[in-house]
């Protein structure tokens, strides 16, 4: 039998960098152990809890899913956490087979807490999906009006999208933030580093974000009832993913709830920002570059992906392009999206884009012929 035992290890205040530190030991019988840490100042040390180990199982389930070994968590556990888990594993087993196991959890005991309010975390790093859910939930200027929640704080997760050797860049992300929402003074401020990214495999993070931000999230039950996730996807293009309004959800217990926000298309959310210009000019939504550009990860690079598709989107709509983007918008660029493999996410990411340039009459844009030559391309190549 393979096993994964999962401890909590260590309970660290580093005064001297100012820092609380949380260390998890994941113990592998057959290959070697796995450490995880979170980091976070010391400040927010108060609003923390560690006593249940429902975060450190929400972080080690995928892993030991992949390397379809039992996992035994010492330390209690909630008992409808482990309920919706089995459902979980049902649905992530079926989506992605090649990859993850159904396994069996065991605890050294099962309990049951109740939630300490209906205030939620907003999980945030400044990109389209959180802006949104910022407009929506703390500023109430978006198009969402009745389903909205209460947030209490704002969470930003150090090695999630800027890679955790990059001290200062996190920290400006942290004060763009700040500066961008500090309007509420009711707002708390969370920011936590850890390494369960890299743990999870930086190449699977598509089908493993969800655990990241809940298992850090999750943290905090002590001061708030639940954590909001930005939805990835519309309703109209929902496939298997890390993050989904299916299994999101699954990840809850009855002292801390999973949300996955209402479902708008990527361009419906940046129209929507328009209404927001302080969230356009600090909009980051780059995390490619930092490896294949060396550009700063906590700017974008207006070259990878990402940038150039987000950048199309605000000419589809016939906007500037906010300063958030200081590279130019170029058909070398365009051109360059077909270097890089498609899967059905992106594809329609960039049919929506092109849809919306020729509902703007922009179809005849050198930018979008050359973006509908390469979507082309890529279906002939797909049917042949």
């Not at 700017?299 to 990402?306: A, E, Q, S, T, Y």
Request: proline content about 3%; glycine content about 6%.
């Amino acid at each position: 039998m393979r096993y994964v035992d999962v401890y909590l290890d260590n309970v660290i205040r580093r005064g001297d960098i100012d820092k609380f530190e949380i260390h998890v030991l994941l113990s592998r019988s057959y290959d070697e152990d796995l450490k995880l840490w979170y980091s976070m100042p010391l400040e927010q040390q108060q609003y923390c809890s560690y006593e249940l180990m429902d975060s450190f199982l929400i972080a080690s389930l995928l892993k030991a899913m992949e390397d379809a070994a039992t996992l035994r968590v010492h330390g209690p556990v909630s008992s409808s956490l482990l309920d919706n888990l089995e459902e979980f594993q049902v649905i992530f087993n079926l989506w992605f087979p090649e990859k993850y196991t159904r396994i069996d959890i065991g605890t050294d005991s099962e309990v049951e807490e109740e939630k300490i309010n209906d205030r939620v975390i907003l999980s945030f790093s400044g990109g389209v999906d959180g802006a949104f859910c910022a407009l929506n939930h703390v500023l109430r200027r978006g198009p969402i009006k009745r389903k909205l929640f209460d947030i209490g704080s704002v969470l930003y997760v150090e090695g999630f999208d800027v890679n955790i050797e990059y001290d200062r860049q996190c920290k400006n992300v942290v004060e763009r933030n700040k500066r961008l929402l500090e309007g509420d003074n009711t707002l708390i401020f969370l920011n936590v580093r850890t390494n369960l990214k890299y743990l999870l495999s930086i190449k699977r993070f598509w089908t493993s974000h969800a655990c990241v931000l809940v298992s850090v999230a999750s943290l905090f039950r002590k001061m708030w009832g639940g954590v909001l996730v930005g939805s990835s996807h519309s309703y109209l293009h929902l496939l298997p993913w890390g993050s989904h309004p299916l299994t999101d959800r699954l990840l809850s217990s009855k002292s801390f709830g999973v949300h996955h926000d209402m479902v708008f298309t990527r361009v419906e959310k940046l129209k929507a920002l328009m209404a927001w210009p302080e969230a356009l000019e600090n909009l980051k939504v780059c995390w490619e570059g930092q490896y294949k550009f060396d550009t700063s990860p906590d700017l974008n690079c207006c070259v990878c992906d990402k940038c150039v598709r987000t950048m199309l989107t605000f000419r589809a709509l016939g906007q500037e392009t906010p300063s958030s983007f200081p590279g130019e918008l170029t058909v070398d660029k365009v051109r360059g999206l077909k270097n890089k493999p498609f899967d059905w996410s992106r594809l329609m990411f960039l049919n929506e884009v092109l849809d919306a340039a020729k509902e703007n009459g922009k179809d005849r844009d050198p930018l979008f012929v050359t973006l509908g030559e390469i979507i082309e391309g890529y279906e002939l190549r797909r049917k042949s």
